[in-house]
């Protein structure tokens, strides 16, 4: 092997191993388990539980009856049911050192409603904050592009919808 060819193999491991994603978190345990905890609340359809999982900015400052009453008519009415949760390990987020404050947190989530009795898979990042009382989800987002499932999931797939027009 060359001198060239094993300098462009160095450099193409580095750049898979920088776009690989986050590094993951140190300690992980409460981050993640905030992110359990708050995921098989709403499974159970134990909303007010959920509550304690989350910060006012999810629950847009409604208190634990309204938040809890508005999460059961969503679900209940939609016929929602969620079938499997795959919490991951938390990375720590862009810009961050660490973990200490913060926390990324992807998850796998496979539901189906009334609309979507077929189910789905979604791939979620949770963003997870340490208060006084522990971790709290702060935000969630969905992905719909296969470079940011890429980013948190390395290795997954977006699933194909069956029967697209």
């Known amino acids: ?13 580095c750049a898979c191993h920088a776009g690989a994603g986050a590094a993951p978190c140190d300690d992980d345990a409460g981050a993640a388990a905030a992110v359990d905890d708050y995921l ?35 679900y209940e009415g939609g016929e929602v049911n969620i079938f499997g949760i795959d919490v991951r390990a938390p990375q720590v987020p862009e810009g961050a050192a660490d973990c200490s404050a913060r926390a990324m947190v992807p998850n796998v989530l496979k539901s189906r409603d009334k609309f979507n009795n077929q189910g789905l898979t979604e791939f979620e990042v949770y963003t997870v904050v340490a208060t006084d009382g ?19 999931f390395p290795g997954e797939k977006m699933p194909e919808f069956r029967d697209q027009y």
């Not at 092997?1 to 491991?13: D, E, G, P, Q």
């Not at 709403?42 to 999460?71: C, P």
């Open 1 to 13: 092997m060359t001198i060239r060819t094993r300098l462009l193999l160095i450099l193409a491991l």
């Open 40 to 74: 098989v609340a709403m499974q159970e359809h134990r909303f007010e539980d959920a509550y304690d999982d989350v910060t006012a900015n999810m629950t847009d400052g409604k208190s634990r009856g309204e938040w809890a009453a508005l999460q059961k008519l969503f």
């Open 134 to 152: 522990g971790w709290r989800i702060d935000a969630q987002q969905t992905l719909f592009d296969q470079a940011e499932v890429d980013r948190w």
